[in-house]
């Protein structure tokens, strides 16, 4: 590994631990302590936490190797404990490289080579943390080059970047989940700080103070109001932070998205491990004809890095003509263009709407019975929530109905569902390896059943929700013809 990497860790400790020393410090000098012996203790801890820190690091560095060869990549440690961990070559699918600002400060990168092996307790993967960037880059080309398979054609990736970054994009992030989120944590970071320097009760105090005069519901629509601006402003950074000079390419046969303002990313994707994509209309961006792009693919990881995406994301949300455009480009394929998307009988619309009464008067039941045995109060929300949240649950429940479909297009499955949220998944047919067929006793007695396809990519099943019990088999059989058919056997029509 690289020697500087010592220099980084030192860096990071000691930051981390005087950002933590500082609060305590202003307590204990609030509360009338002399400031001088809390900052030597403080100071001391700080330095000595960042020494042991140095030196570990120093030790890991100086006893680790890593080494390629032509059938596996291999990494040692040997101190004490020896570890070794090796990966074949031939299994390697991802190389990605991921660098936060001191990293970069010191011309370094992670490099996180992967198997794209789901396997549950055990790692998959091989890190290397760090290497210089130029060395990273020169991994990645060795690692992910591949010799073409029996009858496989290689055509050279040298055309223009699948997408890169249009700053009017910007406007769909303050409207997802994010905002309110941010703004919420916003607040409570305030109290949790104020609580660390001993100041919460003045805090809590000016606040009372400042809008002494104004009524409560002033005062909840004006702190609403605060919090969600301050989403607002959190979200757009944020936006940035993850999606500055972003820019999906391919190249030898590898999709490559690259991102990234403080904290670099650089993530792979075989192109062979495609299984289809995920147009996904977040509620938000689908109000304003928006949607984002995830890959469909075998062996992707849950989370990244400590990053705030699914590596699944190809494109950030975008104007929904340009999602489609980049899930062809992507797939080289188009198997949403005159798809024809069937619709699902009425009783799963039926099924949805009694679903969602259940769901709002439940609540109000609930609220009901709390307010008789403990104060009137709770039985004013229970008649406020049976008002509000009813015509919410049904209208969320029409439009989970009106989203349900699903349909075959040439080498794909198209299927479609989402309450407020939806999805519009295309899998390809070659990569489904099972079905999954369930019928509650409610779908029984409807006539309906849920048919998922499994495969190996993703969460490893996607599903054909309330569909008729007929016309699922049908589909199930006609997707991928020969598998299911063992388990079937043909329905005698009624004598009259």
Same mark, same amino acid.
């Given at each position: 590994?690289?020697?500087?990497?010592?220099?980084?860790?030192?860096?990071?400790?000691?930051?981390?631990?005087?950002?933590?020393?500082?609060?305590?410090?202003?307590?204990?000098?609030?509360?009338?302590?002399?400031?001088?012996?809390?900052?030597?203790?403080?100071?001391?801890?700080?330095?000595?936490?960042?020494?042991?820190?140095?030196?570990?690091?120093?030790?890991?560095?100086?006893?680790?190797?890593?080494?390629?060869?032509?059938?596996?990549?291999?990494?040692?440690?040997?101190?004490?404990?020896?570890?070794?961990?090796?990966?074949?070559?031939?299994?390697?699918?991802?190389? @990605? %490289?991921? !660098? &936060?600002?001191?990293?970069?400060?010191?011309? /370094?990168?992670? *490099?996180? +080579? $992967?198997?794209?092996?789901? #396997?549950?307790?055990?790692?998959?993967?091989?890190?290397?943390?760090?290497?210089?960037?130029?060395?990273?880059?020169?991994?990645?080309?060795?690692?992910?080059?591949?010799?073409?398979?029996?009858?496989?054609?290689?055509?050279?990736?040298?055309?223009?970047?699948?997408?890169?970054?249009?700053?009017?994009?910007?406007?769909?992030?303050?409207?997802?989940?994010?905002?309110?989120?941010?703004?919420?944590?916003?607040?409570?970071?305030?109290?949790?700080?104020?609580?660390?320097?001993?100041?919460?009760?003045?805090?809590?105090?000016?606040?009372? @103070? %400042?809008? !002494? &005069?104004?009524?409560?519901?002033?005062?909840? /629509?004006?702190? *609403?109001? +605060? $919090?969600?601006?301050?989403? #607002?402003?959190?979200?757009?950074?944020?936006?940035?932070?993850?999606?500055?000079?972003?820019?999906?390419?391919?190249?030898?046969?590898?999709?490559?998205?690259?991102?990234?303002?403080?904290?670099?990313?650089?993530?792979?994707?075989?192109?062979?491990?495609?299984?289809?994509?995920?147009?996904?209309?977040?509620?938000?961006?689908?109000?304003?004809?928006?949607?984002?792009?995830?890959?469909?693919?075998?062996?992707?990881?849950?989370?990244?890095?400590?990053?705030?995406?699914?590596?699944?994301?190809?494109?950030?949300?975008?104007?929904?003509?340009?999602?489609?455009?980049?899930?062809?480009?992507?797939?080289?394929?188009?198997?949403?263009?005159?798809?024809?998307?069937?619709?699902?009988?009425?009783?799963?619309?039926?099924?949805?709407?009694?679903?969602?009464?259940?769901?709002?008067?439940?609540?109000?039941?609930?609220?009901?019975?709390?307010?008789?045995?403990?104060?009137?109060?709770?039985?004013?929300?229970?008649?406020?929530?049976?008002?509000?949240?009813?015509?919410?649950?049904?209208?969320?429940?029409?439009?989970?109905?009106?989203?349900?479909?699903?349909?075959?297009?040439?080498?794909?499955?198209?299927?479609?569902?989402?309450?407020?949220?939806?999805?519009?998944?295309?899998?390809?047919?070659?990569?489904?390896?099972?079905?999954?067929?369930?019928?509650?006793?409610?779908?029984?007695?409807?006539?309906?059943?849920?048919?998922?396809?499994?495969?190996?990519?993703?969460?490893?099943?996607?599903?054909?929700?309330?569909?008729?019990?007929?016309?699922?088999?049908?589909?199930?059989?006609?997707?991928?013809?020969?598998?299911?058919?063992?388990?079937?056997?043909?329905?005698?029509?009624?004598?009259?």
């Amino acid at each position: 590994m690289d020697r500087h990497t010592v220099w980084a860790s030192a860096i990071t400790v000691a930051g981390f631990g005087a950002g933590v020393a500082v609060p305590f410090v202003a307590g204990f000098v609030r509360g009338g302590t002399s400031p001088v012996p809390v900052l030597l203790i403080s100071g001391g801890g700080v330095v000595l936490l960042t020494v042991l820190a140095t030196v570990a690091d120093w030790m890991r560095w100086r006893h680790t190797r890593y080494r390629i060869t032509d059938e596996r990549v291999e990494l040692r440690y040997a101190w004490v404990l020896h570890t070794l961990r090796s990966i074949p070559r031939d299994r390697v699918r991802t190389v @990605d %490289l991921v !660098a &936060n600002p001191l990293l970069r400060m010191f011309g /370094l990168t992670k *490099v996180k +080579i $992967g198997t794209g092996q789901q #396997v549950t307790g055990q790692q998959s993967h091989l890190t290397l943390d760090p290497v210089r960037r130029a060395r990273a880059e020169e991994l990645r080309r060795v690692l992910l080059e591949r010799a073409p398979a029996a009858g496989e054609t290689t055509e050279p990736d040298t055309g223009p970047a699948l997408a890169t970054l249009d700053w009017s994009w910007i406007r769909y992030a303050p409207i997802g989940v994010t905002t309110p989120i941010l703004g919420t944590a916003a607040f409570g970071a305030v109290m949790q700080v104020s609580d660390w320097i001993g100041v919460q009760n003045s805090v809590i105090q000016y606040v009372g @103070d %400042l809008f !002494a &005069n104004t009524s409560i519901v002033v005062l909840v /629509l004006v702190l *609403v109001a +605060i $919090g969600v601006l301050i989403g #607002v402003v959190g979200s757009l950074g944020l936006f940035v932070e993850m999606w500055w000079r972003y820019r999906l390419t391919r190249e030898n046969g590898t999709l490559l998205v690259r991102r990234g303002l403080f904290t670099t990313r650089s993530l792979s994707l075989e192109q062979r491990r495609l299984r289809g994509v995920d147009v996904f209309e977040p509620l938000g961006a689908r109000l304003v004809g928006a949607a984002r792009v995830d890959v469909v693919a075998t062996g992707l990881k849950v989370r990244s890095d400590k990053d705030n995406t699914d590596p699944k994301t190809l494109m950030p949300a975008a104007p929904i003509a340009l999602a489609r455009r980049v899930a062809v480009d992507v797939l080289r394929a188009d198997p949403l263009a005159g798809v024809d998307i069937r619709p699902h009988p009425t009783a799963a619309r039926n099924r949805r709407i009694a679903w969602a009464l259940y769901a709002a008067l439940g609540i109000a039941a609930v609220l009901a019975v709390l307010g008789l045995l403990l104060t009137t109060v709770l039985l004013h929300l229970a008649w406020i929530a049976a008002l509000v949240l009813t015509p919410v649950a049904i209208a969320l429940a029409l439009d989970d109905y009106r989203n349900l479909g699903h349909g075959l297009s040439g080498d794909y499955l198209v299927t479609r569902y989402g309450a407020g949220s939806r999805h519009t998944v295309a899998l390809l047919r070659g990569g489904i390896i099972g079905w999954n067929v369930r019928r509650s006793p409610f779908q029984r007695r409807s006539g309906l059943v849920t048919i998922a396809a499994t495969t190996a990519a993703n969460d490893g099943r996607f599903f054909v929700r309330d569909v008729g019990e007929q016309e699922g088999l049908r589909l199930a059989e006609e997707a991928v013809p020969g598998l299911l058919t063992p388990f079937l056997e043909p329905v005698t029509p009624a004598r009259p």
